[in-house]
């Protein structure tokens, strides 16, 4: 299939039970007001897409993505300063980070973690920041959503040393099936992006095959990643459908029956049924 730069892929069949998207970047995806992230979400359902989580990296997009999680019921929000930002991640950057995550529709403290790929920040700086983070979301009582590219066995020995929060998801899963193995027996849970379908894929899709589907979630990470066959093109929320089908396929699974169990596991780790309605402004109010 031929890619058409610039151009959104169409909109799938609704998925027969929604999901969530576990992670995406609404604002990168180009929405500014809450105009733009309802018609985001509006597509999103279309295909049964039915809520997002909307993911900081910066101070400003965190800020955005709290404000953007009280525009519309079916959009929560996760901040946090990602890795390759951290070299100057200042005192005063994390009492805001702080009081953001303390908002009632913020539902997780990421991304954080580490990220070996970019040199923008040392890995000293990576480390003491994603050590800073975990313990934040131990005192908010939050998720911690984990950043990681290649850097998993430093992730998860600073975990070991750390003490990791109650409930640990990785984002955009990319290690192997030795590592994820070690990931499920520690309790976390992995989110798959489009990535897991992708052709070259194959650690991932074994690790995707195994895990249990309690401990899956399904993410887009838009507008970047976008699912074979659609690959180059920009990525939105209603994409998570092509990827959950993609998994259901791997697995042998049902697409409802995936669709149900990976929706209660972003219910129950996010606790999306006592943010729902908290603190809703503009036009659903």
């Known amino acids: 299939m031929a890619k058409r730069e610039g151009e959104r892929p169409p909109i799938p069949a609704a998925l027969p039970v929604p999901v969530v998207d576990a992670h995406t970047h609404l604002d990168a995806c180009g929405a500014k007001d809450a105009a733009d992230v309802t018609a985001m979400v509006d597509r999103a359902a279309q ?40 070299s100057s991640f200042t005192d005063a950057d994390r009492v805001v980070i702080e009081e953001l995550a303390r908002q009632p529709r913020v539902v997780a403290v990421g991304e954080t973690g580490l990220d070996y790929y970019w040199d923008y920040s040392t890995p000293e700086d990576q480390q003491e920041a994603f050590r800073w983070h975990i313990d934040l979301a131990k005192r908010v009582g939050k998720p911690l959503m984990i950043h990681d590219r290649d850097a998993h066995e430093d992730i998860y020995q600073v975990l070991q040393e750390e003490g990791a929060p ?109 943010a729902t309605g908290s603190e809703i402004s503009g036009r659903e109010a």
């Open 47 to 86: 295909a049964g897409v039915t809520r997002v989580v909307t993911v900081a990296d910066d101070l400003a997009a965190a800020r955005w993505a709290a404000q953007a999680a009280t525009w519309d019921p079916r959009v929560f929000a996760a901040v946090a300063v990602h890795p390759t930002r951290t």
């Open 166 to 274: 109650e409930k640990v998801v990785f984002h955009c899963f990319s290690g192997d099936a030795e590592f994820a193995r070690k990931c499920v027996d520690k309790g976390y849970v992995l989110s798959f992006a489009g990535t897991v379908t992708f052709r070259n894929a194959h650690a991932q899709r074994d690790a995707a095959a195994l895990i249990p589907s309690y401990q899956m979630l399904v993410e887009t990470d838009a507008p970047f990643l976008t699912p074979h066959p659609f690959r180059g093109r920009p990525n939105e929320p209603y994409c998570a459908a092509y990827t959950l089908r993609a998994l259901a396929q791997l697995r042998g699974a049902d697409v409802g029956e995936l669709a149900s169990e990976v929706t209660a596991t972003a219910e129950r780790l996010f606790d999306l049924s006592s």
